[in-house]
């Protein structure tokens, strides 16, 4: 069973990953942000 996934901000439940930005921290990974969360510039940086 594979884990849900949640934004870190508004807690909604991610379906497909598709605009959706992993937060790290020191390499590891502490959380998601939806693409209604994000602020123009992490918006940015997953589009490259």
Known sequence: M???VKCSECRK???RMTGWS???SD???TGY???DC???DEH???AV
Request: proline share 5%.
């Open 13 to 15: 439940r991610c379906h």
């Open 2 to 4: 594979s884990a849900v």
């Open 44 to 46: 940015a940086a997953e």
């Open 27 to 29: 390499g590891d990974v």
């Open 33 to 35: 942000l939806c693409p």
């Open 22 to 24: 992993i937060v790290y």
């Open 38 to 40: 994000q602020t123009a």
